[in-house]
């Protein structure tokens, strides 16, 4: 984790709250975006706005949200009154427009703290070991949404925790209004599962958990003997989707192990653990960051290609393989989870603890390095926009269509031939990076 410096002559403007975290109230100043020069090691925000609990309690943003991009956007300008207009490029568009990468794009796959797994984040391509399985081909970007078709538990190892080896129809059961599916946008800026109240109460029903009011979230009861096996155990919260092209259910799961997160101060004295299942009142349901910790997602920002993707991630066991597309999801959770192991109760640190977010130990990010910013080129600067947005350009029309295809990861890439998503070389920055050398895209 990094924090912008404002003393550093960036141009700040009012970005308000309207639309940074999708699903939850916020409250407090307007936020602010921030165009600065930017070194390619990281940089987010820290200001004055708090997240707003049902109950009333408030919690600040430790983490900022960075730009990656915005639909058929290569920059932006933004006004405020009695003040010129300023122009901000956004990182992806202006690697682009500058020939370091061969697209306006990205893939990204955030990774976990526990079991420490560092993210990937990729300019201009896309890393093929953060992706198994089908990939979900989709028209506009994240924000614009897709249909979240059912919600279940799957029980991966030979020794389950429940009485069933699966319990799907978790979704829509018991609330008429769901349908044929949800609609649900993907947000890593936002930082829970934020559903319906009868589909977080359906799933709650099968685990050791109570709902807090004013909080809208599940707290785990670690004193039954539920919770220690089902967080430990080869088990995992299944998403699906249906694609346009394809009656088959795309899956994508997340295991227990990382559902298993900490509250602490100012929301509780007590660290405690919880279920990041998130009941409020807006109507808006998104997957945020808990969700994104077990999926890759990525998009192409050029106005012929308008695509985002989203796709399966692996566990912490990575094959050093070119694409690992086609192998097992459980094979890369090997030596992770182990149905004979003893448990281990101490849970993931909430994503907004402040603490949590400071670097951490050889397992964990390094400074300016385990983004893993693959780009063909290091410590360059450029303008970008921080603060207000997370990784899309706020857009004031209403929600596209979306147009659905799958896409098998073993291809080259899931975008059109005349826009390939690169392969790129895997070079990771250092602390303080020497005047960058480029590297040359394959053809």
């Known amino acids: 984790m990094a924090q912008y410096d404002d003393s550093t002559g960036g141009i700040g403007l009012d970005g308000g709250l309207d639309g940074l975290m999708l699903g939850l109230d916020l409250e407090g100043e307007s936020g602010t975006r921030y165009m600065d020069d930017m070194s390619l090691n990281g940089i987010t925000v820290e200001n004055s706005q708090k997240i707003k609990y049902p109950g009333g309690r408030t919690s600040p943003f430790f983490a900022g949200c960075l730009s990656l991009g915005g639909n058929r956007a290569t920059n932006q300008s933004f006004t405020q009154a009695n003040t010129p207009a300023t122009n901000a490029s956004l990182p992806p568009g202006w690697m682009w ?37 089908d990939i979900l081909s989709l028209s506009g970007g994240p924000r614009d949404g897709i249909t979240l078709w059912d919600i279940g538990i799957d029980v991966i190892g030979s020794k389950s925790p429940f009485d069933f080896e699966s319990n799907d129809d978790l979704l829509a059961t018991g609330n008429s209004c769901i349908g044929s599916g949800l609609d649900v946008s993907i947000d890593g800026c936002s930082p829970y599962m934020t559903l319906p ?25 670690t004193t039954s003997d539920k919770y220690n096996e089902i967080i430990t155990s080869a088990t995992a919260l299944t998403f699906s989707f249906i694609s346009s092209s394809n ?15 900490t509250l602490s101060a100012p929301l509780l004295d007590i660290p405690t653990p ?25 998009a192409n920002w050029h106005p012929d290609a ?6 399966q991630a692996p566990g912490r066991s990575i094959q050093a393989t070119s694409n690992i597309g086609g192998n097992d999801w459980k094979a890369s959770w090997s030596g992770v989870w182990d149905d004979e192991s003893e448990p281990s109760n101490t849970p993931t640190s909430d994503s907004t603890n402040k603490e949590t977010n400071k670097e951490g130990e050889e397992s964990g990010m390094s400074t300016g390095a385990k983004a893993g910013i693959a780009i ?8 970008v926009v921080l603060g ?22 073993e291809a080259t890439s899931p975008m059109p031939s005349k826009l390939p998503l690169s392969e790129l070389p895997n070079h990771e920055m250092e602390p303080n990076p020497s005047p960058y050398q480029r590297y040359e895209l394959p053809s």
């Open 274 to 298: 919880y279920f990041p299942c998130h009941v409020n009142g807006k109507g808006e349901y998104v997957l945020g960051r808990v969700f994104l910790q077990d999926a890759f997602i990525g």
């Open 388 to 409: 207000a947005f997370f990784w899309f350009r706020r857009r004031n029309q209403t929600r596209a269509s979306q147009t659905v295809q799958t896409t098998p990861s």
């Open 97 to 133: 427009e500058n020939e370091w990468t061969s697209s306006n794009s990205f893939g990204m796959h955030i990774g976990s703290v526990q079991p420490a797994m560092s993210g990937s984040l990729w300019f201009g391509g896309y890393d093929q070991n953060r992706i198994i399985g």
């Open 376 to 383: 063909g080129a290091v410590g360059a600067l450029l303008a």
């Open 197 to 221: 109240r009868s589909t977080c109460a359906n799933i709650a029903a099968n685990l050791p958990v109570r709902f807090d009011e004013d909080l809208g979230l599940y707290l785990w009861n």
């Open 247 to 261: 009656t088959d259910p795309v899956k994508i799961r997340v295991p227990f192990m990382h559902l298993n997160l």
């Open 306 to 311: 308008n695509t985002w993707w989203l796709a």
